[in-house]
Nanobody, 130 residues
């Protein structure tokens, strides 16, 4: 299993930027696909970005609402995944969660579905002021 701890959430102005980190501990980090989700008050958990693994390297996927503004990346040496967020809007205020799924190279899964992930962090609050 793996334990995940998010950090970096803060209050930021509309149009501002923020970088989130997710530190992982446990078994081999490189064997896990990683993702970010967010959940606003009264809303269901929403897919933000994912980073998967294949023989050619890592593949990245983004929700249409954040494409071009957010970037997901990982540093296997540090057992950490990141989410760089730019041009933030008030409607993106939410608790942001890091998630992990253990996968074999070449395996496929529904990366945008919360139920696909085995491990979750406790979340970090991002608030975008208008």
């Amino acid at each position: 299993q793996v334990q995940l701890v998010e950090s970096g959430g803060a209050l930021v102005q509309t149009g501002g930027s923020l970088s989130l980190s997710c530190a992982a501990s446990g078994r081999t980090f490189s064997q896990y696909a990683m993702a970010w989700f967010r959940q606003a008050p009264g809303k269901e958990r929403e897919f933000v970005a994912a980073l998967t693994i294949n023989w050619s390297g890592a593949g990245t996927y983004y929700a249409d609402s954040v494409k071009g503004r957010f970037t997901i990346s990982r540093d296997n040496a540090k057992n950490t995944v990141y989410l760089q967020m730019n041009s933030l809007a008030p409607e993106e205020t939410a608790v942001y969660y890091c998630a992990a799924r253990r996968v074999d190279v070449g395996a496929s899964f529904y990366y945008s579905r919360p139920v696909s992930y085995d491990y979750w962090g406790q979340g970090t609050q991002v608030t975008v002021s208008s």
